[in-house]
């Protein structure tokens, strides 16, 4: 009984192994391939047309960063939280003490946002519903930035830089 019942999980573990190694071979083109399409830059130039918020930077250490800012509505090593008044507020995020990202909200229309080509230096359509959406490579600039407009009255714009982690 002993031996039926070793040889029976020994064809199961075979079976899935080999389920395994095909799943492997018919997934890593595709791998391959959205990581390709992911090193490449989209639209734009080599030079971002939006590389700073504020006098802040990617790679600006903390205090640098503080100071352009001033007072952070919350605090940490890892990063801060800033409001600009009610319209406009802004995430920098930190890693061992330098900028990595930089998000920013603008929470009051489109009167208030920049538009995706001061942002983007390309013009981007707009989906039926009014949304926008659009993530531009730099990786001469060594980060990424992305443009994110809701749907709705008022909408939301999201501006987002990010370094690129070689």
Request: hydrophobic share 40%; net charge positive; aromatic share 8%.
């Amino acid at each position: 009984m002993f031996v039926v019942v070793k040889v029976l999980l020994q064809a199961r573990l075979a079976r899935l192994f080999l389920l395994a190694a095909a799943c492997l071979v018919l997934v890593a083109p595709v791998a391959q391939a959205q990581r390709s399409r992911d090193a490449s830059p989209q639209a734009g130039g080599e030079d971002p047309a939006f590389n700073e918020f504020k006098g802040v930077r990617i790679g600006m250490t903390a205090d640098e960063t503080r100071k352009k800012l001033g007072d952070a509505k919350d605090k940490s090593d890892d990063q801060d939280f800033y409001l600009f008044g009610e319209k406009l507020a802004a995430q920098v995020l930190y890693k061992m003490h330098k900028v990595v990202t930089i998000s920013i909200d603008f929470m009051g229309g489109l009167n208030d946002a920049p538009s995706p080509k001061q942002v983007l230096g390309t013009d981007v359509e707009a989906k039926p519903d009014g949304s926008i959406y659009k993530l531009v490579r730099y990786p001469k600039a060594g980060y990424w930035i992305s443009y994110n407009r809701t749907a709705g009255d008022p909408p939301l714009v999201s501006i987002t830089m990010q370094k690129i982690d070689q």
